[in-house]
């Protein structure tokens, strides 16, 4: 029942969700079940023909209308989020040069997305490490009182149980 609740609030407001790891079999596939089950609008991070042939490869038919790919090498919005990022990062001695660099890696092309509410969140760590995938949030989005700690969890949903796995690698020592 956990599951099946939070999918249907899920589709009562669907929410843009940017996955930065596009280009990962698994992350398409869950794509295509998201527009499938209403949950959320995709938007898939990665190089369009490298991600249409990974799932075309692996016999995934998708509905492409339904689901967005964004080159951010290519995507009409680098210029203006390379300049955000900029002037959110010049005084820790990031140049134009720089933003422009990082604004092309997918984890902060995806970041800056929610930042700028071109998406309303994002799902990231699949293929990278913890902190690959929260490193770009806390350069931009930053955190803000009373929330000042960060933390990562997953559950896994066993046939008669509900897990809570807390992540560690960024809180070392957490208390209660």
Same mark, same amino acid.
């Given at each position: 029942?956990?599951?099946?609740?939070i999918k249907?609030?899920?589709?009562?407001?669907?929410?843009?969700?940017?996955?930065?790891?596009?280009?990962?079999e698994?992350?398409?596939?869950?794509a295509?079940?998201i527009?499938?089950?209403?949950?959320?609008?995709?938007i898939?991070?990665?190089?369009p023909?490298?991600?249409?042939n990974?799932?075309e490869?692996?016999g995934n038919?998708?509905?492409w209308?339904k689901i967005?790919?964004i080159d951010? @090498?290519t +995507?009409k919005k680098?210029?203006?989020y390379? %300049?955000t990022?900029?002037? =959110?990062?010049? /005084?820790k001695g990031?140049?134009?040069?720089?933003?422009?660099?990082?604004?092309?890696?997918?984890?902060?092309?995806?970041t800056?997305?929610v930042q700028?509410?071109?998406?309303d969140?994002m799902i990231?760590?699949s293929?990278?490490?913890?902190?690959?995938?929260?490193?770009?949030?806390?350069q931009i989005?930053k955190?803000?009182?009373?929330?000042h @700690?960060? +933390?990562?969890?997953?559950?896994?949903?066993l %046939?008669?149980r509900?897990? =809570?796995?807390? /992540?560690?690698s960024?809180t070392?020592?957490?208390?209660?």
């Amino acid at each position: 029942n956990f599951l099946k609740n939070i999918k249907e609030k899920a589709k009562q407001s669907p929410q843009i969700i940017v996955f930065p790891e596009g280009f990962e079999e698994r992350i398409i596939i869950a794509a295509g079940k998201i527009v499938k089950e209403k949950t959320a609008i995709p938007i898939l991070l990665g190089n369009p023909r490298t991600v249409k042939n990974i799932a075309e490869k692996k016999g995934n038919r998708l509905d492409w209308k339904k689901i967005e790919i964004i080159d951010p @090498k290519t +995507s009409k919005k680098r210029k203006a989020y390379a %300049e955000t990022l900029y002037k =959110l990062r010049k /005084d820790k001695g990031l140049t134009e040069k720089g933003a422009d660099d990082l604004i092309q890696k997918l984890p902060y092309f995806g970041t800056m997305m929610v930042q700028i509410n071109d998406a309303d969140g994002m799902i990231a760590g699949s293929t990278w490490s913890t902190a690959e995938s929260i490193r770009p949030a806390l350069q931009i989005i930053k955190t803000k009182e009373p929330f000042h @700690k960060v +933390s990562a969890f997953f559950f896994m949903i066993l %046939e008669k149980r509900l897990l =809570l796995f807390a /992540d560690v690698s960024i809180t070392i020592d957490p208390d209660a």
